[in-house]
């Protein structure tokens, strides 16, 4: 009996050692994962709905990993325990939030209803935050701008050699060819983004870092009503949030179709094929357009996208994500 067992062992052994080679040789031609994109989110979030929309694809993709959200334009303290409310409530309260520049805002806060219901807190200056960041990643963070430009602005006048360490500057901003009016023969428009702060613009297209920029020709993608049922009853943390969050924009707004410009620059940092860019030499002019001139090139821009390739990645992403806040967040909120 004990020889049998011995034999098996024995045996038992050899296979391991047969198996051992062939398993190292799966790992070694395994392609490497890229590590993920380290991003930091400058937002107004709690105005428009679509910044929400934007926030939460990034928490649905494992491609970047979100290293700190700044709060931009208006009422920022209010925007940051706005992040801190929807971070809680979908487990994510490791991301660090920071309080960008307090400014006059003539645009409603529409969420501030479910931003208030947060928990009051200090967060550290985002101006500050951003160039600590950068200086402990040099060449490493893409800065994502779904805002109004004033922290960025800040941030080039508080230390330009830093900024300019960023890996680059995925911006929802401007309007090169269309406008807010999407028929051909409507032409560009001042776009908010880019004219609610045209000098931290300026700053920005000057400043020589890569800038990636998808304006309103490719940005205008309208959330049709189907994918919002699909997506507000989903009944995951991160759509009960969404479905509020709209439902507040809507009411103040009185609107019905949010559109997703935001979600076009996270998108673009995730798959870049959903918006290929073109270079072109933009600058703001004095009546706030973002005009294509001759020059070097200092934008890549996003001229067009495929609406609905853009919507089927968009929801594919949406409606797998499962994050959930924890217990102690369920008590808080
Ligand atoms: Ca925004």
Not at 25 to 39: G, N, R
Not at 57 to 83: C, H, Y
Not at 119 to 133: G, M, N, S, W, Y
Not at 266 to 290: G, H, Q
Request: charged letters at 20%; glycine letters at 6%; hydrophobic letters at 40%.
């Amino acid at each position: 009996m004990a020889s049998k067992r011995l034999a098996l062992v024995v045996c038992i052994s050899c296979v391991c050692f047969w198996l051992l080679p062939s398993e190292t040789l799966i790992a070694q031609t395994k392609p490497p994962v890229p590590a993920p994109e380290k991003v930091i989110i400058d937002t107004d979030i709690g105005d428009d709905v679509d910044d929400a929309f934007a926030v939460g694809l990034a928490f649905a993709s494992n491609e970047v990993k979100i290293i700190g959200f700044t709060s931009a334009w208006g009422d920022t303290p209010l925007r940051s325990q706005m992040l801190d409310r929807l971070l809680c409530a979908t487990g994510r309260s490791d991301i660090p939030v920071a309080t960008g520049i307090i400014t006059e805002s003539k645009t409603s806060f529409s969420q501030s209803a479910w931003a208030k219901a947060g928990i009051e807190r200090q967060h550290p200056d985002a101006v500050t935050f951003l160039l600590d960041q950068v200086k402990k990643n040099p060449g490493q963070i893409t800065l994502v701008s779904i805002a109004p430009l004033t922290n960025i602005g800040a941030a080039i006048d508080q230390d330009a050699q830093t900024f300019s360490k960023l890996k680059r500057v995925v911006v929802m901003g401007g309007s090169i060819r269309k406008g807010y009016d999407t028929r051909a023969s409507a032409g560009p428009d001042p776009q908010y983004n880019i004219y609610s702060d045209i000098s931290a613009a300026r700053k920005l297209f000057l400043s020589g870092v890569p800038i990636y920029l998808m304006p309103l020709d490719s940005t205008i993608i309208p959330l049709g009503e189907v994918m919002r049922e699909q997506l507000f009853t989903a009944s995951t943390p991160l759509t009960d949030a969404l479905t509020l969050l709209y439902q507040q924009w809507s009411q103040s707004y009185r609107l019905v179709t949010p559109t997703l410009f935001d979600a076009v620059p996270v998108a673009y940092v995730i798959r870049p094929e959903l918006c290929p860019t073109t270079p072109l030499f933009i600058s703001v002019d004095n009546k706030r357009y973002t005009r294509e001139a001759s020059g070097p090139a200092n934008v890549q821009a996003c001229l067009r996208s495929d609406t609905q390739q853009f919507l089927q990645f968009y929801m594919s992403r949406l409606l797998t994500q499962r994050p959930a806040g924890t217990e102690e967040c369920r008590r808080k909120y």
